[in-house]
């Protein structure tokens, strides 16, 4: 007897099965690496507005007048609160990273809130960097 060229439906339905579980595990692994990416530009864009601030500072002593505009920001909004002695700069998160809410002031004191998005945590001393991620 003459065995056909091919696949079996049970083959085909294996494989298939395969690549569906492995893409269930890939697909939100690659989420979370793609987010955590995002708060980068979060991360280095508050410590470029604290530099700007201290140089700002020393020229004028007063951090009124301290600028918060970032070029090519795509995924936070940045703002910073500004007094004679203080400042606190903020990037709040647009789109997917809506929740993210990163700060830092003149002692260098950074803290993270995160709402929204579940095994991220928050912190009052230091900026969560990825999913479950404590200080």
């Known amino acids: 007897m003459k065995r056909g060229l091919g696949f079996t439906l049970v083959e085909v339905l294996v494989v298939v099965a395969i690549v569906g579980i492995l893409t ?3 697909v939100p692994q690659y989420s979370q690496y793609v987010m955590r990416g995002k708060v980068t530009e979060a991360t280095g864009a508050l410590s470029e507005l604290r530099l700007r601030a201290e140089k700002w ?25 500004t007094a004679a002695a203080t400042f606190t700069c903020t990037a709040t998160g647009t789109g997917s990273m809506t ?26 001393t230091c900026w969560i960097t990825k999913k479950g991620m404590t200080c």
Request: charged share 5%; with cysteine; aromatic share 12%.
């Open 99 to 124: 929740g993210f809410v990163f700060t830092i002031n003149e002692t260098n004191t950074r803290a993270t809130t995160i709402t929204g998005h579940t095994g991220w945590n928050n912190s009052t």
């Open 24 to 26: 269930a595990i890939a």
């Open 57 to 81: 500072f020393a020229d004028n002593r007063t951090y009124v007048g301290v600028s918060a505009t970032i070029g090519n920001a795509t995924n936070f909004t940045y703002a910073c609160v």
